[in-house]
Protein backbone atom coordinates (compact mmCIF):
# COMPACT_ATOMS: atom_id res chain seq x y z
CA UNK A 1 0.00 0.00 0.00
CA UNK A 2 2.49 2.63 0.69
CA UNK A 3 4.40 1.96 -2.35
CA UNK A 4 1.50 2.34 -4.31
CA UNK A 5 0.85 5.69 -2.70
CA UNK A 6 4.92 6.31 -3.44
CA UNK A 7 3.96 5.54 -7.41
CA UNK A 8 0.97 8.01 -7.00
CA UNK A 9 3.01 10.91 -5.22
CA UNK A 10 5.37 10.71 -7.99
CA UNK A 11 3.01 11.28 -10.36
CA UNK A 12 3.48 7.57 -11.40
CA UNK A 13 -0.14 6.60 -11.12
CA UNK A 14 -0.63 3.58 -13.51
CA UNK A 15 2.45 1.68 -11.80
CA UNK A 16 0.44 2.86 -8.47
CA UNK A 17 -2.88 1.43 -9.86
CA UNK A 18 -1.22 -1.84 -10.86
CA UNK A 19 0.25 -2.22 -7.60
CA UNK A 20 -3.25 -1.62 -5.92
CA UNK A 21 -4.40 -4.34 -8.10
CA UNK A 22 -2.28 -7.08 -7.25
CA UNK A 23 -2.66 -5.77 -3.45
CA UNK A 24 -6.73 -6.30 -3.92
CA UNK A 25 -6.18 -9.86 -5.59
CA UNK A 26 -3.37 -10.98 -2.66
CA UNK A 27 -5.88 -9.95 0.12
CA UNK A 28 -8.09 -12.54 -0.57
CA UNK A 29 -11.04 -14.00 1.52
CA UNK A 30 -11.26 -12.81 5.12
CA UNK A 31 -10.56 -16.24 6.38
CA UNK A 32 -7.25 -16.43 5.67
CA UNK A 33 -6.15 -12.79 5.33
CA UNK A 34 -3.54 -11.99 7.97
CA UNK A 35 -2.75 -8.62 9.67
CA UNK A 36 0.30 -7.05 8.40
CA UNK A 37 1.92 -7.03 11.90
CA UNK A 38 1.83 -11.03 11.32
CA UNK A 39 -0.78 -11.27 13.70
CA UNK A 40 -3.59 -13.78 12.66
CA UNK A 41 -7.30 -11.90 12.60
CA UNK A 42 -9.21 -13.21 14.60
CA UNK A 43 -12.78 -12.04 12.71
CA UNK A 44 -11.35 -10.79 9.68
CA UNK A 45 -11.17 -7.24 11.05
CA UNK A 46 -7.59 -7.01 9.63
CA UNK A 47 -8.74 -7.68 6.12
CA UNK A 48 -11.60 -5.42 6.53
CA UNK A 49 -9.39 -2.43 7.46
CA UNK A 50 -6.71 -3.37 4.27
CA UNK A 51 -9.07 -3.96 2.07
CA UNK A 52 -10.93 -0.59 3.06
CA UNK A 53 -7.56 1.02 2.81
CA UNK A 54 -6.82 -0.59 -0.17
CA UNK A 55 -10.31 0.58 -2.31
CA UNK A 56 -9.73 3.99 -0.89
CA UNK A 57 -6.55 3.84 -2.45
CA UNK A 58 -7.55 2.73 -5.79
CA UNK A 59 -10.68 5.01 -5.73
CA UNK A 60 -8.99 7.72 -5.79
CA UNK A 61 -5.52 6.76 -7.95
CA UNK A 62 -7.97 5.52 -11.38
CA UNK A 63 -8.86 8.49 -12.08
CA UNK A 64 -5.36 9.73 -12.49
CA UNK A 65 -4.26 7.26 -15.08
CA UNK A 66 -3.38 7.99 -18.28
CA UNK A 67 -3.05 4.56 -20.11
CA UNK A 68 -5.63 2.52 -21.39
CA UNK A 69 -3.64 -1.17 -21.25
CA UNK A 70 -3.68 -0.11 -17.38
CA UNK A 71 -7.07 -0.26 -16.79
CA UNK A 72 -7.37 -2.71 -19.10
CA UNK A 73 -5.41 -5.18 -17.17
CA UNK A 74 -7.40 -3.87 -14.07
CA UNK A 75 -10.47 -4.72 -15.57
CA UNK A 76 -9.27 -7.94 -16.64
CA UNK A 77 -8.19 -9.28 -13.50
CA UNK A 78 -9.47 -7.44 -10.61
CA UNK A 79 -11.95 -9.37 -8.39
CA UNK A 80 -13.57 -6.18 -6.92
CA UNK A 81 -16.76 -5.00 -8.49
CA UNK A 82 -17.08 -1.38 -7.67
CA UNK A 83 -13.20 -2.11 -9.28
CA UNK A 84 -13.77 -3.11 -12.09
CA UNK A 85 -16.87 -0.39 -12.65
CA UNK A 86 -14.35 2.39 -12.43
CA UNK A 87 -11.55 1.16 -14.50
CA UNK A 88 -14.18 0.29 -17.28
CA UNK A 89 -15.79 4.12 -16.50
CA UNK A 90 -12.04 5.29 -17.09
CA UNK A 91 -11.20 3.44 -19.92
CA UNK A 92 -13.89 4.84 -21.82
CA UNK A 93 -13.30 8.06 -21.25
CA UNK A 94 -9.63 7.26 -22.15
CA UNK A 95 -10.82 5.67 -25.07
CA UNK A 96 -13.09 8.98 -25.99
CA UNK A 97 -9.94 11.66 -25.19
CA UNK A 98 -7.36 8.98 -27.64
CA UNK A 99 -5.23 11.03 -29.13
CA UNK A 100 -2.24 9.34 -29.90
CA UNK A 101 -2.07 6.86 -33.03
CA UNK A 102 1.02 4.82 -31.26
CA UNK A 103 -1.58 4.47 -28.33
CA UNK A 104 -4.40 3.76 -30.04
CA UNK A 105 -2.15 0.93 -31.93
CA UNK A 106 -0.78 -0.74 -29.31
CA UNK A 107 -3.85 -0.87 -27.52
CA UNK A 108 -5.39 -2.50 -30.57
CA UNK A 109 -2.78 -4.93 -31.23
CA UNK A 110 -2.97 -6.37 -27.32
CA UNK A 111 -7.10 -5.61 -26.78
CA UNK A 112 -8.62 -6.01 -30.17
CA UNK A 113 -11.74 -7.20 -28.89
CA UNK A 114 -12.91 -5.70 -25.78
CA UNK A 115 -15.93 -3.30 -25.61
CA UNK A 116 -13.77 0.03 -25.94
CA UNK A 117 -11.99 -1.48 -29.18
CA UNK A 118 -14.43 0.17 -32.02
CA UNK A 119 -13.85 3.52 -30.49
CA UNK A 120 -10.34 3.28 -30.32
CA UNK A 121 -10.48 1.56 -33.42
CA UNK A 122 -12.76 4.83 -34.96
CA UNK A 123 -9.93 7.43 -32.61
CA UNK A 124 -7.16 5.27 -34.80
CA UNK A 125 -8.42 5.60 -38.39
CA UNK A 126 -9.26 9.53 -37.23
CA UNK A 127 -5.95 10.25 -36.33
CA UNK A 128 -3.99 7.95 -39.02
CA UNK A 129 -6.21 10.36 -41.76
CA UNK A 130 -4.48 12.63 -40.14
CA UNK A 131 -1.09 11.93 -40.23
CA UNK A 132 -1.90 11.06 -44.43
CA UNK A 133 -2.86 15.18 -44.48
CA UNK A 134 -0.01 15.69 -43.19
CA UNK A 135 2.01 13.47 -45.29
CA UNK A 136 0.30 15.32 -48.32
CA UNK A 137 0.81 18.45 -47.46
CA UNK A 138 5.25 17.51 -47.08
CA UNK A 139 4.33 15.78 -50.53
CA UNK A 140 3.08 19.28 -51.43
CA UNK A 141 6.28 21.11 -50.41
CA UNK A 142 8.53 18.70 -52.04
CA UNK A 143 9.83 17.23 -48.41
CA UNK A 144 9.55 13.65 -49.85
CA UNK A 145 11.67 12.25 -47.34
CA UNK A 146 9.25 14.10 -44.74
CA UNK A 147 6.26 12.77 -46.37
CA UNK A 148 7.13 9.11 -46.94
CA UNK A 149 8.26 8.82 -43.18
CA UNK A 150 4.51 9.90 -42.22
CA UNK A 151 2.94 7.28 -45.13
CA UNK A 152 5.04 4.57 -43.45
CA UNK A 153 4.31 5.32 -39.95
CA UNK A 154 0.56 4.80 -41.46
CA UNK A 155 1.23 1.88 -42.61
CA UNK A 156 2.93 0.39 -39.50
CA UNK A 157 0.45 1.67 -36.79
CA UNK A 158 -2.93 1.60 -38.57
CA UNK A 159 -2.49 -1.31 -41.28
CA UNK A 160 -5.75 -2.41 -42.02
CA UNK A 161 -7.60 1.34 -42.27
CA UNK A 162 -8.88 3.21 -45.23
CA UNK A 163 -5.73 5.73 -44.63
CA UNK A 164 -3.18 2.93 -44.61
CA UNK A 165 -4.36 2.63 -48.39
CA UNK A 166 -4.04 6.25 -48.98
CA UNK A 167 -0.62 6.29 -47.46
CA UNK A 168 -0.17 3.35 -50.21
CA UNK A 169 -1.06 5.49 -53.17
CA UNK A 170 1.35 8.36 -51.41
CA UNK A 171 4.39 5.92 -51.53
CA UNK A 172 3.85 5.06 -54.55
CA UNK A 173 3.44 8.40 -55.65
Known amino acids: LRLAE ?7 ADAAALVLN ?13 SPAGNDGSDGQDWQVWQEKTLTSM ?14 RILDTTPSDSIRIWARDHLHELAAGLDSLEVGSRYLQRYPDTEVAETVRTKVEELAQKRVLQARL ?19 LAPGTKAAAAARQGIDR
Do not use: F, K, M
Request: aromatic share 6%; no cysteine; proline share 4%.
Open 6 to 12: QYRLADR
Open 22 to 34: RLVRDLGEPERAT
Open 59 to 72: RRTLPETTRLTTNQ
Open 138 to 156: HESLQRYQEALDQYNEVIL
